[in-house]
């Protein structure tokens, strides 16, 4: 350990008090893993007390003193560095998608809070972080709103951090009915400006998603359960083009070079190989669950791109295309593109 200031004992020190009844010596000495002499911490003591922090001292056995401070003592902590600062700028994105919510109004008030241990002479820093929606933006389109959610989703934390079972009343908008079953909450995701819960269904035995603005009531059955030990978020969305699973097939599309610098540039999906070729456009290999999501996404691009594999696959966007021209009453001539 590095040779230490007398400040830097002294706040280390000070944490020790706030996060133990007492203390000793001999525990600070090891604390310090024995590289500050037991004088000098003894010194150190004196001085944090001669500061007129109102610290405590109680003879033990064999003559040892226990230090410790008020329980109604308050201390100031240690100023954030820079990147701390920036950091906190980045988090204080998800303050957006609790709008609404006391959770939301917690995150505020953390930041707040947290502007205050900004470092004195970063006066950039600190001017930054009282505008940090103008110095670091998400922009989510779409984001839902979740503020009519507001205690669903406080118990929804908590039963994620305690194991507690829930039963949930769903609004299934595309099946027009609402359903009644047990949930295990693993965890929250933020997708596509929506939140959702991943959860395992004990009657059912799958994983479920369910969006939590369709949460209708989340009520605690009183019972616990134990957390699957191998669940991984990661590896229960390994073969999705988003959150949505189906079995993967091998998939190619290829791109037009007007979009190619575009759609080679971003990774879309861990499987994911490009080849570019000699007129500029770009073949993509996908080995992914052809879901809504995928099809949604290959939309999106239009006619400057075109499913070669697999033919279902191919299938299903040339009708939608197809449906497409019908609704506005288009009729496609040879001259146009074809996908």
Known sequence: MPELTQLQRSIRIMQRLLTHRETTVNELYELFERAEAKRTLQRTLLHIQSSNVPLRIRNGAHGEHYYSLPQAFSYIPVTLSADEVMAAMLLSQFSDLFKGTRIGRDIEGVL???????????????????????VL???????VDISSRDEIMRNILEAIVKGNEYKVTYNNVYKKKKSEFLIHP?????????????????????????????????????????????????????????????????????????????????????SQKSTRLEDGSLEMSLHVGPSAELIAWILRWGTFAEVLAPQSLRDQVGNIFHQGCKIYGYQPTNNDIQV
């Open 186 to 270: 693993y965890t929250l995701l933020f997708h596509a400006g929506s939140i959702y819960l991943i959860g395992y269904s004990p009657k059912h035995e799958n994983w479920m998603r369910l969006a939590v603005q369709r949460i209708m009531e989340f009520e605690f059955t009183g019972q616990r359960f134990e957390r699957q030990q191998d669940f991984n978020v990661e590896q229960l969305l390994y073969d999705a083009f988003g959150i949505w699973s189906e079995p993967p097939v091998d998939i190619k599309i290829r791109f037009d070079k007007v979009v190619a610098p575009s759609i080679q540039e971003k990774i879309w999906h861990h």
């Open 137 to 143: 933006r998400v922009q989510q389109p779409g984001r």
């Open 112 to 134: 707040e809070k947290m502007e205050q241990l900004c470092p004195p002479d970063a006066v950039r820093i600190t001017s930054s972080f009282g505008t940090y929606k103008e």
